[in-house]
């Protein structure tokens, strides 16, 4: 198995301020480093698939590495922004810093500063740094539309059944449940699931034989176990 450390980032120029900014999405999990906030996790943090970034990057981790990675990002949640720092357990530090140390820990290497606002750009189209362009998604094991193919964080509450208004959450649930199953949903007599961002009585038939098969409740609710378990269909 695999996962996804994605990063996003824009230029000082791009958000007309100061610095600019980078984050990044580890296994569907948001971290960031945010000027008086400090170091953020899950839906308080934005990731790299926020509307903010400019441009994105990712590289493909084994088990093991995605772990050291959250297990160093995780220690550090809470710590306060530190201009020009790289954070730990006992100090805080910036963005930079922040996703540096993250990829830092992947690699197995000590924590230290791989780049800077300035410099970001240029060091992620490096080959040493190791990341490919755009947001990934490892490889489908069916024709997976665009929006299903970046991971992508939990969105902090369930999805459940609401026919009132579209949303791309639901649309990229509908997605990856399409992948998981070729196309071919046997709670809908053998067909594809529209990827509408609705998510009415087909989206619950989908989602309940989805959790029956990954050994879930089949409530029809698209919880935080449930959405784990989509965030391994590539």
Same mark, same amino acid.
């Given at each position: 198995?695999?996962?996804?450390?994605?990063?996003?980032?824009?230029?000082?120029?791009?958000?007309? =301020?100061?610095?600019?900014?980078?984050?990044?999405?580890? %296994?569907?999990?948001?971290?960031? #480093?945010?000027?008086?906030?400090? !170091?953020?996790?899950?839906?308080?943090?934005?990731?790299?698939? =926020?509307?903010?970034?400019?441009?994105?990057?990712?590289?493909?981790?084994?088990?093991?590495?995605?772990?050291?990675?959250?297990?160093?990002?995780?220690?550090?949640?809470?710590?306060?922004?530190?201009?020009? %720092?790289? +954070?730990?357990?006992?100090?805080?530090?910036? !963005?930079?810093?922040?996703?540096?140390?993250?990829? !830092?820990?992947?690699?197995?290497?000590?924590?230290?500063?791989?780049?800077?606002?300035?410099?970001?750009?240029?060091?992620?189209?490096?080959?040493?740094?190791?990341?490919?362009?755009?947001?990934?998604?490892?490889?489908?094991?069916?024709?997976?539309?665009?929006?299903?193919? +970046?991971?992508?964080?939990? +969105?902090?509450?369930?999805?459940?059944?609401?026919?009132?208004?579209? #949303?791309?959450?639901?649309?990229?649930?509908?997605?990856?449940?399409? !992948?998981?199953?070729?196309?071919?949903? +046997?709670?809908?007599?053998?067909?594809?699931?529209?990827?509408?961002?609705?998510?009415?009585?087909?989206?619950?038939?989908?989602?309940?034989?989805?959790?029956?098969? =990954?050994?879930?409740?089949?409530?029809?609710?698209?919880?935080?176990?449930?959405?784990?378990?989509?965030?391994?269909?590539?």
């Amino acid at each position: 198995m695999t996962k996804l450390l994605q990063v996003g980032m824009s230029t000082a120029d791009e958000l007309d =301020h100061r610095f600019g900014h980078i984050a990044c999405t580890l %296994g569907g999990v948001n971290y960031e #480093s945010r000027g008086g906030k400090g !170091c953020l996790r899950g839906s308080a943090a934005r990731g790299a698939t =926020h509307r903010l970034f400019r441009h994105t990057f990712h590289l493909v981790l084994s088990d093991a590495a995605a772990a050291e990675a959250k297990r160093y990002a995780d220690a550090c949640v809470g710590q306060r922004y530190v201009l020009g %720092g790289v +954070p730990s357990r006992n100090r805080g530090g910036d !963005c930079s810093g922040y996703v540096s140390g993250i990829i !830092c820990a992947a690699r197995g290497k000590p924590i230290k500063r791989l780049f800077s606002t300035a410099t970001w750009l240029r060091r992620f189209d490096d080959g040493d740094i190791g990341f490919r362009k755009g947001l990934g998604g490892g490889v489908a094991v069916a024709p997976i539309s665009a929006i299903g193919r +970046p991971d992508r964080p939990f +969105p902090g509450r369930d999805l459940v059944k609401d026919e009132s208004r579209r #949303s791309d959450n639901v649309r990229w649930v509908q997605a990856r449940l399409n !992948c998981a199953v070729r196309n071919k949903h +046997p709670e809908l007599g053998g067909r594809r699931l529209d990827e509408d961002g609705l998510f009415g009585n087909d989206t619950l038939k989908a989602v309940k034989g989805f959790q029956r098969r =990954h050994s879930l409740d089949d409530d029809g609710r698209v919880g935080r176990l449930t959405w784990r378990k989509l965030l391994a269909v590539h």
